[in-house]
């Protein structure tokens, strides 16, 4: 959906964050709007990679054009269009664009010398500006977040020139180059392949090295084909080599397809060569920024931000406002001031806001009535914006002032316009061509200028006059763009399976993170060579992750996995996590090897290990969880052996053995009444009473819940070293006995099982399909037990149970709805269990329209489902769903609504991505295919309530649509007689295709590549502690009477859950949301959030909120994460960024997100704190609630 609004997702929307004030004003009359800085429109081919490649190569063979390759650097997007006015990809003023600036000018420095670097730097900022040019760099960094390695050194390389005046036309790459040499800025390498020999070689060059390639081997190989072929290929050499600033590990080449084949060009690129070359020599890459002695005539105090150390400024607290002392020093007075442009709330008075659809709108209206006091480049602009709006695409236009620090009246409206979702690029781009418009580009780093009646146009160029009457579209626009990223895996596999594959393997386990990085490999079509190798080294990797980490090392997160992946790269190397297979794992479940002290267990304990094959050894009972348990059962190779000692321990094994009594399995070493005197003799324990509780604590262990209890003689812990200690266990006639049993327990069904699963809605039938279903059912279960299971009748978390259940099962029938938002429960059951998943569907579905929405039932389905629901008795349904539910047709309409925009083709590949899927068992839910039509009376009532829930599923003003339903549904019961199929007949279907299913299951599950994303994530947050939040709280109340008296009306309200939204409470689980999956797809939540999960982040609560109904903190997000590693933090997707912290009865927490406009109109009131309030969180997935928790348990047919 497009959204106007002033305050941006990605950008500060603080005082302190933006380093001023925010303004207020009367609405300027905009009169010209021009670009201030943009980047590259989003591209992507619509063509596969081969038909490119193909298409590339036949081009060349014709000499129609020439083949460019150049080195895809990993960093961030900084623009830069003169003087201070650097833009990161959707914002400014922040750590990406103040970290560019300081590095380009120690670039400066660096290239000039510490005398001449800042005249050079002003002679290159002027140009830009008279020109109205935009420098786009590639910011490689270890400052602002972790990519495949951390770089050798800071640097920047200039990707990209665009010419403002000329409505965005970029730079060719010579003419890019040539600029580049006129200032001595950093371009990349770039080769040039004119023939068709050189571009054939490019590709076998790549496809040689696509699966091993490091920069020094791409280069090498590449430098190769320009020396074989003189004459038609060239290179242009960087002044900053990859391998030497950025390293060895090099994510990919861009090659892009010119269409121009013009001798000049190539030999223009020869001269080119020949003057980097040039360049090269006189600044090669060991230079460095030489400082001048004190005493010289240097400006030591402008100097500085050339000789500031960018890695040691990040290891101070508060780094951004580090970065900003730097530059204030530098720029003094005249520092960039950038201000959001809010309404005023401390007045009586508010002023209007811009609303720059409103502008476009006015801008267009006055152009179309004739209008001629609007350039050619306004008119585009607004146009742009109109074609946003009118095409429904997301959009955020962030509004700004720009100012300095001084404070002078002159000052500029700036317009950051953010686009959300990469799909709206080539919606925007098809329009265009539909409408046949030569419309503006939508840029990324898109950012305007708004200048209004009377402000003069501070930024005029001569080139301004080209955007009067040239073009808006380059002429490469114009032709088919032909352009491949190609990726090598040893960059790959760093980020988009050791990095991205994290959650998956804390989360699911080692299993599934074996899984996860199969179906990334096959994805890629790797080599089986290739597959083998990384397959081992990914279950070292796992092994790694799994066991205790090095503790010089930070803890294991997205943010700092290079260091540890540096750090096991060079165990491994060294022989070190070598994998047994899990066929040799001689034991299953948990290992508790418990004694008085858990120091001297330790060599036992790696003994037993080395005799079990069993590789994972906890030294900490306490960091042992449920899912820990649960995992060393059901999957081979993740047994774990633990050691416990009788003191500390106790409290922790009762935890884990209420649910996993089965699993657990424990071994006394000393803790017999007879070894147990003896120990304690040793300890020499003097207190009476302590020695009173330690027995009294090892008669508990003796008594603990648990699936068997071993005793190993006290010598088993006294040996003096590993091997020993293997050779007592190997000739003890005792401790033999004991190993042979722990060898023998927890073994299970190793083979697949299956879990069945009906994405489907109330009334459909599947009670009555599971019912009385056993082994008995299916001739072939093949010694596979089988359960049911209703949703309606188990006890706790409904997945979790089952994955218990299915510790002694192999075939569970789900009798419960499944709808889309729970189909990552099924996903994850069938990963710890090791499960196949079968969807039931009714035969013969097909898309459905309702308003603008697609849903893969028909209407004809809903209403038998519904009439179905009607005709039960009343108060019958164990799931309380009958003709005596309130709004029971309402609640049969909110799981159709849940399919909303899926397709029958869209449904089917997510159900292929539950687990590793077999096709969906279809079954006949109709009479026949042909269908009487629907009458129109239930037609219009059933598509009334749809629209009303695509609006608000949540919404509760539903009687007159459940009145109209159940009246029509009344009215058109002959409709209903022989509709749909009898119930014998479809059950006998179902219980043919189960049967042979399992039947054909197979002894193992083969890996295969995803089809999509089978995750669904609710909501991304920034996680709070409650008690800090709490603290947040008293302060205020301390310094206000006003809060303090609201709060004290509030206290009782604390012991209300706060998931009971008909009482009045507090909201412990304190959060701010940064996405819900409303604004955003599951692939961009993942790309965006995914890698930040764990991450810390050093917010700050400025102001609190509150009205009658909700109370919250505002809160200030700053730009990068916590820590050493430095992840670049997006912006909540809500305006208002703030942690709800108490609701009103029958409030929802989301209407915290008026309180600011409330406080507009007085009916909520705004304390501001007299200081920002340290607040640090952690990034965190919210999973979609069941569907039975969001309808009070009516999920059941």
Same mark, same amino acid.
């Given at each position: 959906?497009?959204?106007?609004?002033?305050?941006?997702?990605?950008?500060?929307?603080?005082?302190?964050?933006?380093?001023?004030?925010?303004?207020?004003?009367?609405?300027?009359?905009?009169?010209?709007?021009?670009?201030?800085?943009?980047?590259?429109?989003?591209?992507?081919?619509?063509?596969?990679?081969?038909?490119?490649?193909?298409?590339?190569?036949?081009?060349?063979?014709?000499?129609?054009?020439?083949?460019?390759?150049?080195?895809?650097?990993?960093?961030?997007?900084?623009?830069?269009?003169?003087?201070?006015?650097?833009?990161?990809?959707?914002?400014?003023?922040?750590?990406?664009?103040?970290?560019?600036?300081?590095?380009?000018?120690?670039?400066?420095?660096?290239?000039?010398?510490?005398?001449?670097?800042?005249?050079?730097?002003?002679?290159?900022?002027?140009?830009?500006?008279?020109?109205?040019?935009?420098?786009?760099?590639?910011?490689?960094?270890?400052?602002?977040?972790?990519?495949?390695?951390?770089?050798?050194?800071?640097?920047?390389?200039?990707?990209?020139?665009?010419?403002?005046?000329?409505?965005?036309?970029?730079?060719?790459?010579?003419?890019?180059?040539?600029?580049?040499?006129?200032?001595?800025?950093?371009?990349?390498?770039?080769?040039?392949?004119?023939?068709?020999?050189?571009?054939?070689?490019?590709?076998?060059?790549?496809?040689?090295?696509?699966?091993?390639?490091?920069?020094?081997?791409?280069?090498?190989?590449?430098?190769?084909?320009?020396?074989?072929?003189?004459?038609?290929?060239?290179?242009?050499?960087?002044?900053?080599?990859?391998?030497?600033?950025?390293?060895?590990?090099?994510?990919?080449?861009?090659?892009?397809?010119?269409?121009?084949?013009?001798?000049?060009?190539?030999?223009?690129?020869?001269?080119?060569?020949?003057?980097?070359?040039?360049?090269?020599?006189?600044?090669?890459?060991?230079?460095?920024?030489?400082?001048?002695?004190?005493?010289?005539?240097?400006?030591?105090?402008?100097?500085?931000?050339?000789?500031?150390?960018?890695?040691?400024?990040?290891?101070?607290?508060?780094?951004?406002?580090?970065?900003?002392?730097?530059?204030?020093?530098?720029?003094?007075?005249?520092?960039?001031?950038?201000?959001?442009?809010?309404?005023?709330?401390?007045?009586?008075?508010?002023?209007?806001?811009?609303?720059?659809?409103?502008?476009?709108?006015?801008?267009?209206?006055?152009?179309?009535?004739?209008?001629?006091?609007?350039?050619?480049?306004?008119?585009?602009?607004?146009?742009?914006?109109?074609?946003?709006?009118?095409?429904?695409?997301?959009?955020?236009?962030?509004?700004?002032?720009?100012?300095?620090?001084?404070?002078?009246?002159?000052?500029?409206?700036?317009?950051?316009?953010?686009?959300?979702?990469?799909?709206?690029?080539?919606?925007?781009?098809?329009?265009?061509?539909?409408?046949?418009?030569?419309?503006?580009?939508?840029?990324?780093?898109?950012?305007?200028?708004?200048?209004?009646?009377?402000?003069?146009?501070?930024?005029?160029?001569?080139?301004?006059?080209?955007?009067?009457?040239?073009?808006?579209?380059?002429?490469?626009?114009?032709?088919?763009?032909?352009?491949?990223?190609?990726?090598?895996?040893?960059?790959?596999?760093?980020?988009?399976?050791?990095?991205?594959?994290?959650?998956?393997?804390?989360?699911?386990?080692?299993?599934?993170?074996?899984?996860?990085?199969?179906?990334?490999?096959?994805?890629?079509?790797?080599?089986?060579?290739?597959?083998?190798?990384?397959?081992?080294?990914?279950?070292?990797?796992?092994?790694?992750?799994?066991?205790?980490?090095?503790?010089?090392?930070?803890?294991?997160?997205?943010?700092?996995?290079?260091?540890?992946?540096?750090?096991?790269?060079?165990?491994?190397?060294?022989?070190?996590?070598?994998?047994?297979?899990?066929?040799?794992?001689?034991?299953?479940?948990?290992?508790?090897?418990?004694?008085?002290?858990?120091?001297?267990?330790?060599?036992?304990?790696?003994?037993?290990?080395?005799?079990?094959?069993?590789?994972?050894?906890?030294?900490?009972?306490?960091?042992?969880?449920?899912?820990?348990?649960?995992?060393?059962?059901?999957?081979?190779?993740?047994?774990?052996?633990?050691?416990?000692?009788?003191?500390?321990?106790?409290?922790?094994?009762?935890?884990?053995?209420?649910?996993?009594?089965?699993?657990?399995?424990?071994?006394?070493?000393?803790?017999?009444?007879?070894?147990?005197?003896?120990?304690?003799?040793?300890?020499?324990?003097?207190?009476?009473?302590?020695?009173?509780?330690?027995?009294?604590?090892?008669?508990?262990?003796?008594?603990?819940?648990?699936?068997?209890?071993?005793?190993?003689?006290?010598?088993?812990?006294?040996?003096?070293?590993?091997?020993?200690?293997?050779?007592?266990?190997?000739?003890?006639?005792?401790?033999?006995?004991?190993?042979?049993?722990?060898?023998?327990?927890?073994?299970?069904?190793?083979?697949?099982?299956?879990?069945?699963?009906?994405?489907?809605?109330?009334?459909?039938?599947?009670?009555?399909?599971?019912?009385?279903?056993?082994?008995?059912?299916?001739?072939?279960?093949?010694?596979?037990?089988?359960?049911?299971?209703?949703?309606?009748?188990?006890?706790? *978390?409904?997945?979790? $149970?089952?994955?218990?259940? %299915? +510790?002694?099962?192999? #075939?569970?029938?789900? =009798?419960? &709805?499944?709808?889309?938002?729970?189909?990552?429960?099924?996903?994850?059951?069938?990963?710890?269990?090791?499960?196949?998943?079968?969807?039931?569907?009714?035969?013969?579905?097909?898309?459905?329209?309702?308003?603008?929405?697609?849903?893969?039932?028909?209407?004809?389905?809903?209403?038998?489902?519904?009439?179905?629901?009607?005709?039960?008795?009343?108060?019958?349904?164990?799931?309380?769903?009958?003709?005596?539910?309130?709004?029971?047709?309402?609640?049969?309409?909110?799981?159709?609504?849940?399919?909303?925009?899926?397709?029958?083709?869209?449904?089917?590949?997510?159900?292929?991505?539950?687990?590793?899927?077999?096709?969906?068992?279809?079954?006949?839910?109709?009479?026949?295919?042909?269908?009487?039509?629907?009458?129109?009376?239930? *037609?219009?009532?059933? $598509?009334?309530?749809?629209? %009303? +829930?695509?609006?608000? #599923?949540?919404?509760? =003003?539903? &009687?007159?649509?459940?009145?109209?339903?159940?009246?029509?549904?009344?009215?058109?019961?002959?409709?209903?007689?022989?509709?749909?199929?009898?119930?014998?007949?479809?059950?006998?279907?179902?219980?043919?295709?189960?049967?042979?299913?399992?039947?054909?299951?197979?002894?193992?599950?083969?890996?295969?590549?995803?089809?999509?994303?089978?995750?669904?994530?609710?909501?991304?947050?920034?996680?709070?502690?409650?008690?800090?939040?709490?603290?947040?709280?008293?302060?205020?109340?301390?310094?206000?009477?006003?809060?303090?008296?609201?709060?004290?009306?509030?206290?009782?309200?604390?012991?209300?859950?706060?998931?009971?939204?008909?009482?009045?409470?507090?909201?412990?689980?304190?959060?701010?949301?940064?996405?819900?999956?409303?604004?955003?797809?599951?692939?961009?939540?993942?790309?965006?959030?995914?890698?930040?999960?764990?991450?810390?982040?050093?917010?700050?609560?400025?102001?609190?909120?509150?009205?009658?109904?909700?109370?919250?903190?505002?809160?200030?997000?700053?730009?990068?994460?916590?820590?050493?590693?430095?992840?670049?933090?997006?912006?909540?997707?809500?305006?208002?960024?703030?942690?709800?912290?108490?609701?009103?009865?029958?409030?929802?927490?989301?209407?915290?997100?008026?309180?600011?406009?409330?406080?507009?109109?007085?009916?909520?009131?705004?304390?501001?704190?007299?200081?920002?309030?340290?607040?640090?969180?952690?990034?965190?997935?919210?999973?979609?609630?069941?569907?039975?928790?969001?309808?009070?348990?009516?999920?059941?047919?």
């Amino acid at each position: 959906m497009y959204h106007d609004s002033k305050c941006d997702d990605s950008l500060p929307a603080t005082d302190a964050a933006m380093g001023s004030r925010k303004r207020s004003r009367r609405t300027p009359n905009i009169t010209k709007i021009q670009l201030e800085a943009v980047f590259h429109p989003k591209f992507e081919n619509e063509k596969s990679d081969t038909q490119i490649r193909q298409q590339m190569l036949a081009n060349v063979a014709a000499k129609q054009g020439y083949l460019e390759v150049s080195l895809k650097h990993s960093g961030s997007l900084v623009l830069w269009s003169g003087g201070q006015r650097f833009y990161s990809k959707n914002s400014t003023n922040n750590a990406f664009t103040m970290v560019g600036e300081i590095i380009l000018m120690q670039h400066f420095a660096r290239c000039y010398g510490i005398d001449k670097w800042r005249s050079e730097y002003d002679r290159c900022s002027e140009y830009l500006h008279q020109n109205r040019l935009t420098c786009s760099f590639e910011l490689v960094t270890s400052l602002l977040g972790q990519h495949g390695d951390v770089p050798i050194r800071d640097y920047l390389i200039l990707i990209a020139v665009a010419d403002r005046g000329d409505s965005g036309r970029f730079y060719s790459t010579n003419e890019l180059v040539a600029f580049a040499h006129q200032y001595r800025l950093p371009h990349n390498d770039v080769w040039i392949f004119a023939s068709q020999q050189a571009s054939e070689q490019v590709f076998k060059a790549y496809d040689s090295l696509r699966e091993t390639g490091t920069t020094t081997t791409v280069i090498n190989s590449l430098n190769q084909i320009v020396a074989e072929n003189d004459g038609k290929s060239s290179r242009v050499a960087s002044l900053y080599p990859h391998d030497i600033f950025q390293g060895n590990i090099l994510e990919g080449i861009v090659i892009r397809y010119v269409s121009n084949n013009d001798e000049h060009t190539i030999k223009e690129m020869e001269q080119l060569r020949i003057t980097s070359d040039d360049l090269l020599a006189i600044v090669p890459p060991s230079t460095k920024i030489v400082v001048p002695l004190l005493g010289s005539s240097a400006d030591n105090s402008k100097d500085a931000v050339v000789q500031t150390g960018l890695r040691a400024l990040a290891a101070m607290d508060d780094f951004e406002q580090q970065l900003r002392s730097v530059l204030q020093q530098f720029h003094g007075a005249n520092q960039r001031q950038i201000s959001p442009i809010v309404g005023a709330t401390d007045g009586d008075k508010i002023d209007d806001e811009i609303n720059m659809t409103h502008v476009a709108n006015e801008i267009m209206r006055s152009y179309r009535a004739g209008s001629t006091k609007f350039d050619q480049g306004t008119i585009r602009l607004a146009q742009l914006i109109e074609a946003l709006d009118s095409l429904n695409i997301h959009a955020t236009f962030k509004l700004l002032t720009e100012s300095s620090l001084a404070g002078s009246d002159s000052e500029r409206y700036l317009c950051i316009l953010h686009v959300h979702h990469d799909a709206s690029f080539q919606k925007y781009n098809n329009y265009l061509t539909r409408e046949g418009i030569q419309g503006m580009k939508l840029f990324r780093g898109f950012c305007i200028e708004l200048i209004a009646d009377g402000d003069d146009d501070q930024n005029f160029s001569p080139n301004d006059a080209k955007s009067n009457s040239s073009p808006c579209m380059e002429q490469s626009n114009q032709e088919e763009k032909l352009m491949l990223k190609m990726k090598f895996i040893p960059y790959m596999v760093r980020t988009f399976i050791c990095r991205n594959g994290l959650s998956t393997l804390q989360g699911s386990g080692g299993v599934a993170f074996e899984k996860y990085a199969m179906g990334q490999l096959t994805r890629w079509e790797v080599s089986d060579a290739s597959l083998t190798k990384w397959l081992s080294f990914f279950k070292s990797w796992s092994l790694y992750c799994t066991s205790p980490l090095p503790e010089h090392l930070p803890p294991l997160t997205s943010n700092t996995y290079l260091q540890h992946y540096k750090e096991f790269e060079k165990m491994y190397t060294n022989g070190h996590f070598s994998i047994p297979s899990a066929e040799e794992c001689l034991c299953r479940g948990l290992v508790v090897i418990v004694g008085l002290s858990r120091d001297v267990l330790e060599s036992l304990a790696v003994a037993v290990s080395r005799e079990l094959n069993c590789q994972k050894i906890v030294r900490n009972m306490a960091e042992i969880s449920e899912r820990d348990v649960l995992l060393s059962v059901h999957q081979k190779g993740n047994s774990i052996i633990c050691l416990a000692s009788i003191e500390d321990d106790l409290g922790n094994m009762r935890k884990l053995s209420k649910s996993y009594s089965d699993a657990i399995n424990v071994v006394h070493v000393g803790n017999c009444d007879e070894d147990l005197e003896e120990s304690l003799a040793h300890m020499d324990i003097s207190d009476n009473k302590r020695l009173k509780k330690l027995k009294g604590m090892a008669k508990a262990w003796r008594k603990a819940k648990c699936n068997n209890m071993l005793q190993l003689p006290n010598a088993a812990s006294m040996q003096p070293d590993v091997d020993a200690t293997v050779g007592f266990l190997r000739s003890d006639d005792t401790a033999k006995a004991v190993m042979q049993t722990i060898a023998t327990l927890n073994q299970t069904d190793d083979r697949p099982g299956l879990i069945v699963y009906f994405p489907s809605i109330p009334g459909s039938g599947k009670s009555a399909l599971c019912s009385n279903i056993d082994e008995a059912t299916f001739t072939s279960c093949d010694d596979r037990s089988v359960i049911v299971r209703e949703g309606d009748t188990v006890k706790g *978390k409904f997945y979790n $149970e089952i994955e218990k259940d %299915m +510790l002694t099962n192999r #075939i569970a029938v789900l =009798d419960k &709805n499944v709808p889309p938002i729970s189909f990552s429960s099924v996903h994850s059951l069938c990963s710890v269990s090791n499960c196949i998943s079968a969807a039931v569907l009714p035969s013969g579905m097909q898309d459905t329209v309702v308003g603008n929405d697609v849903y893969p039932f028909s209407l004809e389905f809903l209403a038998a489902c519904m009439n179905r629901v009607l005709r039960r008795k009343q108060n019958s349904h164990i799931g309380k769903l009958d003709s005596a539910t309130p709004n029971c047709c309402m609640i049969v309409v909110k799981f159709y609504c849940f399919y909303r925009n899926i397709s029958v083709s869209v449904l089917r590949e997510r159900l292929l991505n539950v687990g590793t899927s077999n096709e969906p068992i279809e079954i006949p839910f109709f009479l026949t295919n042909e269908l009487p039509a629907l009458p129109e009376e239930v *037609k219009l009532a059933l $598509e009334r309530a749809i629209n %009303m +829930l695509a609006q608000d #599923i949540n919404c509760t =003003d539903v &009687n007159d649509a459940e009145s109209s339903m159940r009246l029509a549904i009344q009215n058109n019961q002959t409709y209903f007689d022989d509709l749909t199929a009898p119930l014998e007949h479809t059950k006998q279907v179902f219980n043919s295709k189960l049967s042979h299913m399992i039947s054909s299951l197979p002894d193992v599950i083969e890996s295969r590549s995803p089809v999509g994303l089978s995750q669904t994530i609710k909501i991304a947050s920034l996680d709070f502690d409650y008690d800090k939040c709490c603290s947040v709280l008293d302060s205020v109340k301390n310094s206000f009477e006003q809060v303090k008296q609201y709060f004290y009306e509030r206290e009782d309200h604390k012991s209300n859950d706060e998931n009971d939204t008909t009482q009045n409470r507090f909201i412990r689980s304190v959060h701010c949301t940064f996405a819900h999956n409303s604004q955003v797809t599951q692939t961009e939540m993942m790309a965006l959030f995914n890698h930040l999960l764990g991450c810390n982040v050093d917010a700050k609560a400025t102001a609190l909120l509150y009205s009658d109904n909700v109370a919250a903190i505002e809160v200030e997000i700053p730009d990068v994460t916590s820590g050493s590693a430095r992840h670049p933090v997006p912006r909540p997707r809500n305006e208002f960024q703030h942690v709800t912290v108490w609701c009103g009865q029958d409030v929802e927490a989301k209407e915290s997100n008026e309180l600011p406009e409330q406080v507009k109109s007085k009916i909520a009131q705004k304390v501001l704190f007299k200081e920002p309030i340290p607040l640090c969180g952690s990034f965190s997935f919210w999973h979609e609630q069941e569907p039975d928790a969001l309808i009070n348990d009516t999920s059941k047919q």
